[in-house]
């Protein structure tokens, strides 16, 4: 296989590249005067008639359509704002520029224009190109342009091909930028400050999964990729800062599919005197005013189910969503009987299930999950897999820990987060002899950030907010790659087409 067997050139591309440079052409020039974009030309003259516009304007864009009619050209170009169409003529060019145009400008090329504006008796407003230059010419071609790009693995793995051509996967990626503008918006105009915290960790830590592993040359050790920014996060509130939050990269080694991906983003907040409730109440408040701003509703339609974000939102604890979905009642049935009903209905991880604690949250996700459509705040989890929240105040073997579910996906998770340094000790050394019997997604000992909350932490609430499943439920996508510009997949072997092979499919 030779090196170009790895691209998607185009030979007939390529030679009238080379064909442009021996003429003396300019082909990839480093600026352009671009005065106006196609969204404010389509502003400014949303009501221009058939004449020609005194006013001359400059745009560049991506050529996406060229028509030849004899000695005019209609071609249509578009930018991150959207598409305009343009009209050139040989006697305004003079023969030499339409030839150029006419012979060597192709879809995909990104050309600037000068001109006039005017609307076409067909009704729509055009660009009349005065003069126009070349900016840059493609040498890979461009889908067929009736069926546009529509192969969802060349998609994934093309996402620039896939902006170029599919203006709904730009609306997309336009309203995840958004959500995340207003997020930070929404914190910031509430005094909590904004923080990075490592994502190369020694110690990973913060949350129940398994690490990507590194090692540093330098250092002579291993190090994590982190899985969440939790642990330093509250070493923050430890040093005084009351009310901090990340936007973080999080990576965690576990499965890929529709909800999942090694690589996501989520925000991270924590609130000194404040608690598992005033969480649920921020939560809340956060999504209903996502929702609000970027749908203009409380409502939304996410895998053919309505949603709706209006407050306040269920609430129920673990132990009565068993009850509800499971039909029965954790504290009333012996452990016997909780692994016969759980081996009878198959669910997984009962055969090593040895405390009731264990048995409901195994229940729950078996039965429950699936069943919470609309936002529900879950509450109440035991302790045995909640090792960063505080012993609940009343319930024993419980936690004050809850999670937020939407449309049957886990969208926060939040605690009264554990101040005791002597109980948080016993916990992570719990969650590491679990590690050391084999457990991948337990935790390692902190001495560090048990050390800092021997200093003192103040009582503290703390939540974690998934922003992908979010952008998933606003957007109305039902997949998490369809909200990942890059979304993790295996390599692929190039083909005897290069890493166009399948660009130019358009079926399924």
């Not at 060229?66 to 959207?82: E, L, N, Y």
């Not at 904004?194 to 090692?215: C, D, K, M, S, V």
């Not at 330098?218 to 901090?244: H, M, S, W």
């Not at 004050?400 to 948080?424: C, H, K, T, Y």
């Amino acid at each position: 296989m030779s090196d170009m067997d790895q691209f998607c050139f185009d030979t007939t591309k390529i030679d009238k590249l080379q064909d442009l440079r021996e003429r003396g052409v300019t082909v990839y020039p480093y600026t352009f005067d671009r005065r106006d974009t196609v969204e404010e030309i389509k502003e400014r003259f949303s009501a221009i008639g058939h004449d020609k516009s005194e006013e001359e304007v400059s745009t560049a864009g991506r050529v996406y359509v060229v028509r030849q009619h004899g000695k005019t050209i209609f071609a249509d170009i578009g930018d991150s704002g959207g598409r305009i169409q343009l009209y050139l003529r040989k006697n305004d060019l003079g023969e030499e520029q339409f030839d150029l145009f006419r012979q060597y400008v192709d879809a995909g090329d990104i050309i600037g224009v000068v001109g006039h504006v005017f609307r076409t008796k067909m009704g729509e407003i055009t660009v009349w190109v005065d003069r126009f230059e070349l900016l840059t010419k493609s040498v890979c071609p461009l889908p067929e342009k009736f069926h546009g790009l529509k192969n969802v693995e060349t998609r994934y793995r093309q996402r620039y091909l896939d902006l170029i051509m599919n203006e709904e996967s730009r609306e997309t990626f336009r309203t995840r930028s958004r959500i995340i503008s207003l997020l930070r918006q929404f914190l910031f105009e509430r005094d909590y400050l904004e923080f990075e915290t490592p994502t190369l960790q020694p110690i990973y830590g913060g949350a129940n999964a398994r690490p990507f592993t590194t090692y540093h040359n330098f250092l002579e050790q291993k190090l994590y990729l982190r899985i969440a920014p939790e642990l330093y996060l509250k070493r923050l509130v430890v040093g005084g800062f009351d009310k901090v939050f990340e936007i973080a990269k999080n990576f965690r080694n576990e499965d890929i599919d529709t909800n999942h991906n090694p690589e996501f983003s989520m925000v991270e907040i924590y609130e000194a005197y404040r608690d598992y409730n005033d969480m649920m109440d921020l939560t809340e408040e956060i999504l209903s005013f996502l929702a609000e701003r970027v749908l203009g509703t409380t409502t939304c339609s996410f895998a053919g189910q309505d949603l709706d974000f209006a407050r306040p939102w269920r609430r129920l604890s673990m132990e009565e969503a068993v009850r509800e979905y499971a039909g029965i009642d954790i504290q009333a049935t012996s452990l016997e009987e909780l692994r016969a009903f759980g081996l009878a209905h198959c669910v997984e991880g009962c055969e090593s299930a040895v405390t009731r604690g264990e048995y409901l949250v195994l229940f729950f996700e078996h039965f429950g999950e699936k069943h919470l459509i609309q936002p529900t705040f879950v509450y109440d989890f035991p302790i045995e897999n909640s090792p960063l929240a505080k012993k609940h105040r009343e319930k024993e073997g419980l936690t004050e820990r809850f999670e937020l579910f939407i449309a049957g996906m886990e969208m926060a998770n939040g605690f009264s987060e554990l101040n005791d340094p002597l109980d948080q000790k016993a916990r992570l050394e719990q969650q590491d002899a679990k590690r050391r019997r084999g457990d991948l997604e337990a935790q390692m000992i902190d001495y560090d950030f048990i050390n800092a909350l021997g200093y003192g932490m103040p009582p503290t609430g703390g939540v974690g907010i998934g922003i992908d499943r979010l952008v998933m439920l606003l957007t109305g996508k039902d997949s998490i790659k369809e909200v990942l510009l890059f979304p993790q997949m295996k390599t692929a072997v190039p083909g005897p087409n290069g890493a166009g092979a399948e660009q130019n499919d358009g079926g399924e």
